[in-house]
């Protein structure tokens, strides 16, 4: 069994956000470097990526309700490579996923803003 870490890779980071999930017990990586996508590489894992920023409110009850959860993070760090990104400082990577959620599902936001 798996055993959570402690600390998790946003424990070095500046954002505010990433800095909410650094104790998390979900294995995040920060986006950006090498790092996460070398390893799911290697260990030929899967990503799964977690777009949010600090005063939303999804965001906090998704961290509150899943990524706080010691069983919920056993099958993330055992199945995925988990990278978290701030939506403040990477609107960029933000909007690739949500033009792509979007375009899938014509909404955004979690289900809750349908395109007009």
């Not at 995925?80 to 990104?85: A, L």
């Not at 909404?107 to 809750?112: K, L």
Request: charged fraction near 20%; glycine fraction near 6%.
């Amino acid at each position: 069994m798996l055993k959570p870490p402690a600390h998790n890779h946003l424990k070095d980071t500046n954002s505010p956000y990433l800095l909410q999930h650094a104790t998390n017990p979900v294995a995040w990586y920060p986006w950006g470097g090498d790092e996460a996508f070398s390893r799911a590489q290697r260990e030929n894992k899967p990503i799964f990526l977690s777009i949010g920023y600090s005063s939303c409110h999804w965001c906090h009850a998704m961290a509150h309700e899943s990524f706080e959860d010691t069983d919920v993070a056993k099958i993330l760090n055992r199945s995925f490579i988990s990278i978290k990104v701030d939506r403040e400082e990477r609107p960029d990577i933000d909007a690739v996923y949500m033009a792509f959620a979007q375009a899938m599902t014509g909404t955004g936001g979690g289900g809750r803003f349908p395109l007009s």
